[in-house]
């Protein structure tokens, strides 16, 4: 079962990166408080490398930004634990380190904080001192990359902190997020002797069997682990990072705070101390007091460093997430449930939260479904390339399609404006591993379904009776596509229209003039490339053909025909500066004239833009379609004049949800659940 359950994580690892156009995603689910774990680890290390060395491993480090300060916390409580240092959580700063107010004589205030104030951000300590150089390890010679030095700098920063202006203190008196573990480490440092690295390699990773674990630097040689990525978003580009890949990364002194690193499974490992039933670092009446005690009513944060909600409750959840601007972590365990999700990315979170949150949702739902997906009887899982649902409108008619787990496409039907489906059913043994596309003509009686099937080619199915009966799937000639493909048709349905994105990244496209029974040969639409599934749309008379993807800079690129699909414009022409994590979504007016555009913001919300000039302009800023968050591109459909708009989409719970405009997508209703089957 956890082989399948593996297989199953890889897969949709590789849809999310292709989906949000992430260099490399890791994984970690732990269900039955540590008796399952399931790792993976997909994409590649460094952006603008290749060959097999670019793939990234299943041992492969990742960043895990300021998660590193629950592996200090982890790391004090055992500590305190085994009375090593005679440290305890109410140790003071003062006793440690009395010699500081030699310098600071007029900061006596911080002599009293304590090393779980400081873990819980209630010390009235600053994020960075004001004069603290916090990326001077950049400089770092070797003659400065030695464990002594990077003790004496843990101190500077424990005297910045306490110099630096204005102070917060009384302790306990407001929140401040802030550096404070790395003075707790420096605190265990002067009372061990030893660097905070080295007391948790010994008393955390190597008793949990971390191996895959360190800090620091990701990929000691030009190959050897994933680089960090930046995301320049003037330039829309994602680009390496080289200054974490320098040696000195390796003794940088906010390590407690931010450069911890490791591998999928071995965050499955750490998450698995805290949640089993025979913990091997921390006595269960520590790691109970390390996850519950609120150090004040100021703080969300408990002894542990651990955010928490509803501390020590049967609801309760302790997380953190990291980001260090060039990679990004979250990582979420519910004690009372015995599960655990840590997802990793090596970009940004600009653009990787999304992709990083995606996974949380993913595994969330293999945990809650894992007897259906992965249990005796359970289907063989198809892998899907940009999932997307279909949706087509006729009158007060809806047909909704959804590709599930297993490759089969399910198909509801509405008469009432969506405000409530019917399932019709599925199409037999057919087996598609793309997202969707849909249209119908105006009168409902011909509907057309189409996906990429399991051997890369466009297969459809289409409907000439309103949907009672159906004939295929048929594959529209020899292409084969790294997406899904999209479909439009005319007002009567004998001209139809499909596109896909083939293996050199450009879009193709097909037209049947006799409703689908005969098709000319896949032609190349200019010369830009994608990074996404198309979209597309046509007037009702099948002359005016808007189509659109998402390109490298991951903005929306579109172009346009006014022949029926013969000859598009030279140059595609990309809408707005506005940037995504998906697919676009496209629906036009029955005379072309009115386009509208939505696609999926990093922010995982719906965004759209609108013209009214057969695309020739755009309004000037994109727009937010109300609140909600997906986990797949949009896809529209309109009613001939344009008026009546409809927007659909994968939510978070990986079921269909829907929206509804009246005015053109002026305004909209709300996003609501159309139906209860789920699309993983």
């Excluded at 573990?181 to 009372?191: F, L, N, P, T």
């Excluded at 999932?387 to 006729?394: D, E, H």
């Excluded at 036009?588 to 719906?606: I, N």
Aim: aromatic share 10%; glycine share 12%.
């Amino acid at each position: 079962m956890s082989i399948k359950a593996r297989q199953f994580l890889e897969q949709k690892l590789r849809e999310t990166l292709a989906e949000c156009h992430v260099p490399a995603l890791a994984a970690a689910l732990v269900r039955e408080k540590g008796d399952t774990i399931v790792s993976a680890a997909q994409g590649v290390r460094k952006v603008g490398a290749s060959g097999a060395a670019n793939a990234v491993q299943p041992g492969d480090k990742f960043n895990l930004g300021s998660i590193s300060k629950v592996i200090t916390g982890t790391l004090m409580a055992k500590l305190i634990q085994e009375n090593v240092g005679n440290l305890r959580w109410n140790t003071r700063l003062g006793d440690v380190y009395p010699e500081l107010w030699f310098f600071a004589a007029a900061r006596d205030g911080y002599k009293n904080v304590t090393i779980e104030q400081m873990l819980a951000h209630t010390a009235g300590f600053p994020y960075t001192p004001a004069n603290d150089e916090v990326n001077d390890w950049i400089t770092y010679t070797p003659l400065d990359m030695t464990k002594s030095k990077l003790r004496k700098r843990r101190v500077l920063y424990v005297l910045n902190s306490i110099l630096d202006k204005p102070a917060y203190w009384p302790p306990t008196s407001g929140f401040e997020y802030s550096g404070g573990g790395i003075i707790a480490a420096s605190m265990a440092e002067k009372k061990t002797g030893k660097t905070y690295e080295d007391l948790v390699k010994q008393y955390v990773y190597t008793p949990l069997g971390m191996t895959q674990s360190g800090f620091g630097v990701t990929s000691s040689g030009a190959l050897t682990g994933p680089w960090q990525h930046r995301w320049d978003g003037d330039a829309r580009t994602i680009s390496a990072e080289t200054s974490t890949h320098l040696a000195g990364f390796n003794w940088a002194a906010r390590a407690p705070v931010g450069s911890a690193c490791c591998s999928a499974a071995d965050m499955g490992k750490f998450m698995r101390e805290h949640l089993r039933s025979d913990p091997q670092v921390l006595s269960t009446a520590m790691r109970a007091d390390m996850q519950t005690h609120e150090v004040s009513t100021h703080s969300d944060f408990v002894r542990g460093a651990w955010a928490s909600t509803n501390p020590g409750s049967a609801s309760a959840e302790i997380w953190h997430n990291g980001d260090i601007g060039t990679a990004y972590a979250h990582m979420s365990v519910r004690p009372a449930e015995g599960v655990g999700y840590a997802a990793m990315a090596n970009l940004s979170s600009t653009v990787s939260s999304a992709a990083v949150h995606e996974m949380h949702e993913v595994m969330g739902t293999m945990h809650a479904n894992w007897a259906a997906l992965f249990g005796a009887g359970s289907p063989e899982l198809v892998e899907c390339a940009h999932p997307v649902p279909a949706l087509t409108f006729s009158g007060s008619t809806l047909w909704a399609f959804g590709r599930r787990h297993d490759g089969s496409v399910r198909r509801f039907k509405s008469t009432n404006h969506g405000a409530g489906f019917s399932a019709m059913g599925d199409f037999g043994p057919a087996r598609i591993n793309s997202g969707l596309g849909a249209a119908t003509s105006a009168d409902g009686q011909k509907l057309f379904v189409i996906g990429r099937g399991l051997d890369n080619k466009a297969w459809f199915a289409r409907s000439t009776n309103g949907g009672t009966s159906w004939q295929g799937w048929e594959p529209i000639l020899a292409g084969v596509f790294l997406s899904g493909i999209a479909i439009a048709c005319n007002a009567s349905g004998s001209i139809v229209h499909a596109v896909g994105i083939g293996q050199d990244r450009r879009m193709w496209r097909a037209r049947s003039g006799n409703g689908g029974q005969s098709w000319t040969g896949w032609t190349p639409i200019g010369h830009g490339v994608f990074t996404s599934g198309p979209a597309i749309a046509c007037s009702s008379d099948g002359k005016v053909v808007h189509v659109v993807a998402r390109g490298n800079d991951l903005r929306a690129w579109r172009n346009v025909s006014s022949d029926s699909g013969s000859n598009f414009q030279p140059h595609w022409a990309p809408v707005g500066k506005g940037v995504f994590g998906s697919g676009l979504g496209l629906t036009c007016s029955d005379t072309g004239k009115r386009v509208v555009l939505m696609g999926r913001g990093f922010d995982k919300s719906m965004w759209t833009n609108i013209s009214t000039t057969t695309g020739a302009s755009w309004q000037a800023h994109w727009k937010k379609v109300d609140t909600g968050t997906f986990t797949s591109a949009p896809v529209l459909a309109t009613t001939a004049g344009g008026a009546h708009l409809h927007a659909y989409a994968y939510g978070g719970n990986f079921r269909i949800w829907g929206n509804r405009s009246l005015d053109g997508g002026a305004t909209w209703a709300g996003w609501g659940q159309k139906h209860d089957d789920f699309f993983l």
